[in-house]
């Protein structure tokens, strides 16, 4: 039997005996004042021990300590309250001395020891059902099978509006992570023991849309824990079960993702575009003095457009070339002005060079925004014959391009009155300044007067932040709120995705539409 012995130690005394005390409720023992008193708990070594000492307003030294009364651990130095313990035992006795400077009063109580043989690692517990049948003893082979013939992701049911949704993968020799998770980080995915099955499950709302890829055997390299993060990206590859590949057509499985929509996800007006759309496509050479580079502009418009219509929408469009590539934005906005749902839309998409010069230009650069507004905002009005409307031109853009969208339109809103941010970078703050608990593009529009700018902001519920810092999520709510607190006009979407595309090809039509979209 697990026992706790007490035995009374008097330093200039004999040893008291008293009854041994058995794990259970708080029991009362006498401290007198110096003399060290000491508990004898009794069980195998390799026990887990767990209890606590009421000590009340007594300031109590606690020690555990051998058989042989050498020190082994302090558990606590003129501790008050309620202190409690946790330790292996290394004997089969282990005690526990008790001492204060004064006399007085002090409870001890002892859980239940947990021996060696007791102590086993609680059964694991699967998300998915079809997953827990496995490991409780099906088939491997036959899972496969039916995995090939219905396609990945797995989906299963949950009620309530949520699906389960299972990444596989098969075969992989050291690990495999998902690229593209439906969470805030690239997720590891999980062995079946006994098994050539590698798994990772999520409850998610039904109304999930994502792109994603998957990584099998990252390469495991020495470095800073960014390197070591993005090693991922040596092998991560479409999914090879999946159906749904995007883009459907890629030089080879690293250059291709594959996707998953959920029964509920919301529709993307424009997408996939119109077999009937065929905008017209003009580009020229943009040479900006005060940026000091040059890049390619395309634009794209309906095929016999009036440049002196007034209904006409500007769109200049950050990251041009994947809003061209991964959105396919000039059918698309052909399309939705075909069907009726916009008014014609002359997008002006705006490469971003290389991805030194985009981390230069879009993250809150006023040179930027005085180029965007001197310069090539009059180059589009000489190339097309338009006469530019602050109240009809329109920034958009994702991520570092939605940040861009909301600082530009705050320098120069005499060019610019309308801004969609699609995941916008918020979080992001000059280096020089403090955080004060406000994000900074927040805080510079709550700084000032209102000016002439009608917003649509969007993000996603799984671009939260991760280590205690606020994410895109968070600091565009935060934007959202402090703009409607000045008399903004916003529009707010909330999408079921991640930091994707996918999403993002939807979000530029919602947001054109909110803005300038025909009323029915």
Do not use: C
Not at 282 to 288: A, E, G, L, P, Y
Not at 317 to 324: H, K, N, P, R, T
Not at 449 to 462: Q, T, V, W, Y
Request: negative net charge.
């Amino acid at each position: 039997m697990v026992r706790l012995a007490l035995l009374l130690v008097v330093l200039a005394g004999p040893v008291l005996a008293q009854d041994a005390l058995v794990p259970g409720p708080v029991e009362t023992v006498e401290l007198a004042a110096g003399a060290p008193l000491r508990l004898a708990i009794e069980a195998p070594p390799g026990s887990y021990l767990a209890g606590r000492i009421e000590a009340g307003a007594l300031p109590v030294d606690a020690d555990l300590l051998d058989a042989q009364g050498r020190h082994l651990r302090r558990l606590s130095h003129d501790g008050r309250g309620s202190i409690g313990f946790h330790a292996v035992a290394e004997q089969d006795t282990t005690l526990l001395q008790l001492s204060a400077p004064q006399a007085g009063r002090v409870g001890v109580a002892l859980d239940q020891p947990v021996p060696p043989a007791d102590q086993h690692s609680p059964a694991p517990e699967y998300l998915s059902p079809r997953i827990a049948a496995l490991a409780a003893g099906g088939d491997a082979d036959a899972f496969w099978r039916k995995v090939a013939a219905e396609g990945t992701p797995m989906v299963e049911d949950a009620g309530k509006g949520e699906a389960i949704v299972t990444f596989l993968w098969r075969g992989a020799s050291r690990n495999v992570r998902l690229f593209g998770a439906p969470s805030n980080d690239h997720e590891w995915l999980e062995r079946l023991q006994g098994t050539d099955i590698w798994f990772k499950s999520f409850r998610v709302p039904d109304s999930l849309r994502l792109s994603y890829k998957l990584a099998p055997d990252v390469p495991d390299i020495p470095g800073d824990a960014r390197a070591r993060r993005v090693a991922i990206l040596a092998t991560a590859q479409m999914d090879p079960l999946n159906r749904h590949s995007w883009p459907s057509a890629a030089p080879d499985r690293f250059n291709q993702d594959s996707t998953v929509v959920l029964r509920n996800a919301p529709a993307q007006p424009g997408t996939p575009p119109a077999a009937e759309a065929d905008p017209e496509l003009k580009r020229f050479t943009f040479d900006s003095g005060l940026l000091g580079n040059s890049r390619e502009i395309t634009l794209s418009f309906p095929r016999g457009l009036d440049p002196a219509d007034p209904d006409i929408v500007l769109a200049m469009i950050f990251d041009g070339e994947q809003a061209m590539n991964r959105i396919d934005a000039p059918r698309m906005l052909d399309t939705l002005t075909r069907q009726g749902v916009l008014p014609p839309v002359m997008a002006v998409l705006i490469p971003s060079i290389d991805s030194q010069t985009r981390g230069k230009e879009l993250p809150g650069n006023p040179l930027f925004a005085q180029a965007m507004a001197e310069e090539l905002l009059p180059r589009v009005a000489a190339e097309t014959g338009i006469r530019p409307d602050p109240a009809r031109t329109v920034l958009a853009g994702a991520s570092y391009g939605g940040l861009a969208a909301a600082t530009v339109a705050l320098e120069r809103p005499d060019a610019f009155g309308n801004a969609i941010a699609m995941s916008g970078s918020f979080w992001w703050a000059p280096e020089d300044t403090a955080a004060d608990g406000i994000p900074h593009v927040a805080a510079a529009y709550a700084g000032r007067e209102r000016l002439p700018i009608r917003f649509f902001l969007s993000a996603g519920l799984f671009e939260t932040g991760r280590a205690g810092t606020a994410g895109i999520l968070e600091t565009s709510r935060q934007l959202r709120d402090v703009l409607r607190l000045q008399g903004y006009e916003v529009a707010w979407r909330e999408y079921v995705g991640g930091h994707d595309y996918l999403i993002w090809r939807g979000v530029l039509a919602d947001g054109l539409i909110a803005l300038f979209g025909k009323a029915e």
